[in-house]
């Protein structure tokens, strides 16, 4: 089956920047959709960046400007660079894939996906 796995999460103070890797292995044809999402303790997870469908990038209104989503194919990497970080930010990021095809605000909605990675922690301090 699919694997998806994370680096690249760290300590960083406020204003720093950080950038979060996803290398994906073991599918049968490639995702329609892959993106980024994250989880802070008590919260439930949200969508932080995606590639839709039709890959364009769709981002969460709390990182636009912040966070740029990327992706190398001949790697099959997902990348998601974090500038201008905030403690808000701090959270457990998960990247994740799907087989079915998105558009716009879909793609950052996390019951639509179905392939998850372990996530990477990322912390933030004032």
């Known amino acids: 089956g699919q694997v998806l796995v994370e680096s690249g999460g760290g300590s960083v103070q406020a204003g720093g920047s950080l950038r979060l890797s996803c290398a994906a292995s073991?599918?049968?044809?490639?995702?329609?959709?892959m993106g980024w999402f994250r989880q802070a303790p008590g919260k439930e997870r949200e969508g932080v960046a995606a590639?839709?469908?039709?890959?364009?990038?769709v981002y969460a209104d709390s990182v636009k400007g912040r966070f740029t989503i990327s992706q190398d194919i001949a790697k099959n990497t997902l990348y998601l660079q974090m500038s201008s970080l905030k403690p808000e930010d701090t959270s457990m990021y998960y990247c994740?894939?799907?087989?079915?095809?998105?558009?716009?605000?879909?793609?950052?909605?996390?019951?639509?996906?179905?392939?998850w990675g372990q996530g990477t922690q990322v912390s933030v301090s004032s």
């Open positions: 073991g599918y049968k044809k490639n995702p329609l959709s």
């Open positions: 590639f839709d469908s039709m890959r364009n990038a």
């Open positions: 994740a894939a799907t087989d079915l095809r998105l558009k716009g605000a879909a793609a950052i909605l996390k019951a639509n996906y179905n392939y």
